[in-house]
């Protein structure tokens, strides 16, 4: 594969070259082009700060900024280090402002000192510098830092049935005033506390939590005046025990940008694979401890929303930040907190956090995508990371109300209830699905209720919206006549769930066309413990020990369709059959056959996987240097009116311009309003695509993928080959079978369990059967079956209590089924009181 790189004539960031000009000064050009922004980007510069169409701020040297001032009419300098050391700084280090690690923490104890009816502060883990300074490293002593994390709650030793709201600062160095605001923030709760009711009752529902400082050893690079510039981290990528930076330009070969280095969409897209750039993402997702401190933070507690304050633009961003037009499930309800934050931020726009441009690791996209919380990002507004004393007070200020906002947001327009086991009233965990909501988006984990509480919170947009209470081993609940309504909370009360029937389904996977059974098709039902099962040599296969509900049954095969639907399944056994289809439509685009196209889409005969031709986005070997979109769209709606399945797969190879260039494929309902299913920036192998696609079930669908060059880099392109849409897959419900019932021993269902469990197991024909309970030394506790029973299903209750009636103590125990004529079957159960 051909690649190349062309760099603008204009303003050439050669680092290396540079290096002899250590004074930086930031350089604004108003009103900014899209292209002129991207340009910087692709040549790595190091860019302060960007509010589209307004401005975009350079960190340059001097005489790089006398040259853009040349090529930029009306480009002027709003920063230099002189100035930011000295608004940071006094002859006493310490003026007012802006706190150092010392002074912020001394003050943290101050108020947790001061507040103990309602404040506690923990520690939440050591930086890179501690770690290095007690693993012997001498060049590390000045870096013995801490994460530390204050909470506010009226019961602050306690983790209480409350929606939890969160407030960071500073995950980059240079950037302290996120540690003003958030310091602000919590003063504005524990000063007013008692004495405003707004406050007093903010505290007395809501579990708030604050860390002012993410980035502590970075920010002590800053304060000190090693790298005015600083972004990252202090971790020692070369391994030479000792901090490196290149001469204060932010740029260096040691640290990771914290927010590049979270999961979910970790990767290269708005990041950097070379660790001495600004915006280098580490070597895996969580390698740093200061992004495992918080990624075990967000996983501790049960938080509805949250901001993360940065500096500088003026901005208020929201999920999804990693592919372009990837929209977010709850993207309605997600843009209208940030509209309210927005009134009070005059000066401020909002967006999904991909409109400023794509960027993976970041904090928001993992604490929406693993915990469904309403994450921000707030860029605060001004003109410099650090400006003078007098203009901090009404930047934070300004941005109080919006804060407060945030933490209100969950008693409006928002659903909340308690879903507890019928049995034993006990709290359990639930998925809460709104159809008309999560079935379309981004991906998200499903919003769960707590396990500790039962408690859920759903915010939501105003209108109703049915509500779906699911937990396997338990009948579905639907709630439909119920609203979420402006200036108050629904809740939806005490959701009790009752246990569900035993089930088994027999099952048979057949080819479509000739009705011959598929061997070695997977069968999986989701959202249950039950492995994958695959089919025999004629297609069938049982899935012995399940429970009677709706679920969703993911079947595939090679070669056929990947059908994804829902499946009922009665109480005892069930019987249904299904027919996987061969492509409704393919396309080894040996011809061209229609699709429609801009830019220099076509096909080509340098790459293939079938035939002797791929579609391709640039026919040429590789794409020009320039930045662009281009499109390729299937020139056919798809009608999904009568149509219980629909996947499309296609295999692919590319190769992009490294962190910037991508591939999006795309899906639409209307040909207007397109959502990123998947992105592809470098799959250098032949690799096949498959996705089902049944949210977009009931209408039209249209297909197309859209390549976007961000920067001045060629490089070979994206190649598409075997394009296929599935489609029309059937089921069909109690056919005949060849299968009888089998012996099989369920894992009981709650398990732990207090005080009740049920156990359920299957025998083949009339048997005597025994039922044993033992506890870990092998001693019979209590025999809860013996005596014959016929064929099918059995299911019954243990309560606990031993053979002599008596409550057995907590631990592990057994269980065994002996039946006549067939091997014991013996599972673990644990009480837990």
């Known amino acids: 594969m051909k690649k190349k790189v062309i760099l603008l004539p204009v303003i050439i960031f050669a680092i290396l070259g540079c290096l002899w000009s250590a004074d930086r000064v930031v350089v604004r050009i108003d009103n900014p082009t899209p292209q002129m922004f991207q340009s910087y980007l692709m040549q790595k510069a190091d860019i302060a700060a960007y509010h589209p169409g307004k401005f975009l701020d ?76 007690e693993q012997g490293v001498s060049a590390y002593q000045p870096y013995q830092f801490s994460i530390w994390a204050m909470k506010v709650s009226d019961n602050p030793d306690s983790e209480e049935d409350e929606p939890g709201v969160y407030y960071v600062g500073a995950h980059h160095a240079r950037e302290p005033l996120g540690v003003e605001t958030t310091m ?72 990771v940008d914290l927010n590049r280095n979270y999961g979910v969409y970790w990767g290269s897209l708005g990041a950097s694979d070379t660790f001495a750039d600004p915006t280098y993402h580490g070597t895996n997702a969580f390698s740093e401890p200061e992004t495992t401190i918080i990624k075990n933070f967000l996983d501790s507690h049960h938080f509805v929303a949250g901001i993360s304050y940065h500096t500088y633009a003026g901005l208020v961003l929201y999920p999804t930040g990693y592919y372009v037009g990837n929209y977010a499930i709850d993207n309605t309800a997600l843009a209208g907190l940030a ?39 707030i860029e605060l507004a001004g003109d410099e990371f650090i400006p003078p004393a007098n203009q901090v007070t009404q930047i934070v200020n300004q941005n109080m109300n919006a804060a407060f906002l945030l933490m209100d947001r969950i008693n409006h327009s928002a659903y ?7 049995l034993t009233d006990h709290p359990m965990v639930a998925k809460i699905t709104i159809p008309d909501i999560d079935n379309f988006g981004a991906y998200r984990k499903p919003y769960v209720s707590d396990v500790d509480f039962g408690r859920f919170y759903r915010i939501l947009p105003l209108g109703n919206h049915p509500v779906v209470i699911s937990a396997y081993g338990y009948q579905t609940k639907t709630i439909t006549n119920t609203s979420a309504v402006d200036n108050e909370q629904t809740n939806l009360g005490t959701i009790s769930m009752v246990p569900a029937q035993p089930a088994s389904l027999i099952g048979r996977i057949m080819n479509g066309s000739n ?150 494929f795309q899906c639409s309902k209307n040909g207007v309003d397109w959502q990123t299913i998947d992105a592809y920036y470098n799959t250098f192998n032949w690799t096949q695509k498959r996705y089902n696609l049944n949210e977009y079930l009931g209408g039209n669908l249209f297909l197309r993928f859209q390549f976007v060059t961000q920067a001045y880099g060629d490089a070979d392109g994206i190649y598409i080959d075997d394009f296929k849409i599935y489609m029309y897959s059937t089921v069909t419900e109690n056919p005949p079978s060849p299968l009888s019932a089998s012996l099989f021993l369920m894992q009981n269902c709650p398990n732990p369990f207090n005080p009740e469990t049920m156990i359920t197991y299957s025998i083949p024909q009339k048997s005597h059967v025994n039922l044993n309970i033992y506890n870990i030394r092998g001693q019979l506790v209590k025999q809860i079956v013996t005596g014959n029973q016929e064929s099918g299903v059995h299911s019954i209750r243990w309560d606990g209590k031993d053979k002599n009636g008596n409550g057995t103590a907590s631990g592990v125990y057994f269980y065994r089924l002996d039946v006549e004529g067939q091997h014991s079957i013996t599972k673990k159960m644990i009480l837990m009181k």
Request: aromatic share 14%; net charge negative.
């Open 339 to 377: 509209s309210e934050m927005l009134a009070t931020l005059p000066g401020y726009s909002a967006e999904p956090e991909f409109g400023l441009y794509p960027s993976m690791g970041g904090m928001d996209d993992y604490s929406y995508a693993e915990h469904g919380n309403f994450a921000y990002t």
């Open 515 to 664: 009705l011959q059974g598929i061997m070695g098709a997977a069968v999986q039902l989701l959202g249950t413990p039950l492995q994958e099962v695959f089919t025999d040599s004629d297609g069938y296969f049982t899935l012995p020990a399940t429970y009677a509900g709706t679920y969703t049954i993911d079947i595939y095969r090679d070669s056929f369709d990947w059908m994804r639907v829902p499946v009922t399944l009665n109480p005892g056994e069930n019987h249904m059959e299904w027919q996987l289809q061969v492509p409704f439509m393919e396309d080894t685009f040996e011809t061209d056959q229609g699709w429609i196209t801009t830019g220099t889409w076509a096909i080509t005969n340098s790459q293939h996987v079938s035939g002797s031709h791929c579609l391709t986005d640039s026919p040429g070997n590789y794409y020009t240097g320039s930045a662009y979109v281009s499109t390729a769209q299937y020139p056919n709606s798809v009608n999904l009116q009568d149509t219980p399945n629909i996947s499309v797969s296609f295999m692919v190879k590319s190769s992009m311009f490294p962190n910037y260039d991508y591939v999006n």
């Open 416 to 422: 909340t209830g308690i879903v507890v086991d019928s």
């Open 58 to 133: 350079i960190v340059v040297t001097r005489k790089e900024a006398a040259q853009m001032q040349r090529e930029y009419p009306g480009s002027r300098i709003t920063q230099t280090e002189e100035q930011s050391q000295l608004n940071l700084h006094s002859s006493d280090r310490d003026i007012a402002g802006y706190r150092s690690y010392t002074t912020m923490l001394t003050e943290l104890q101050q108020i947790a000192a001061a507040h103990p009816d309602i404040c506690r502060l923990y520690n939440l883990g050591d930086t890179w510098g501690k770690q290095y300074f």
């Open 184 to 255: 602000k923030i919590l003063h504005q709760l524990v000063d007013n506390y008692g004495s405003n009711t707004e406050m007093t009752n903010r505290v007395n529902n809501t579990q708030v939590w604050f860390i002012p400082l993410v980035n502590p050893d970075g920010h002590q690079i800053v304060w000190d005046n090693t790298d005015t510039w600083w972004r990252k981290n202090i971790r020692d990528n070369n391994s030479n025990h000792t901090f490196d930076s290149w001469y204060q330009y932010g740029y260096g070969d040691d640290g």
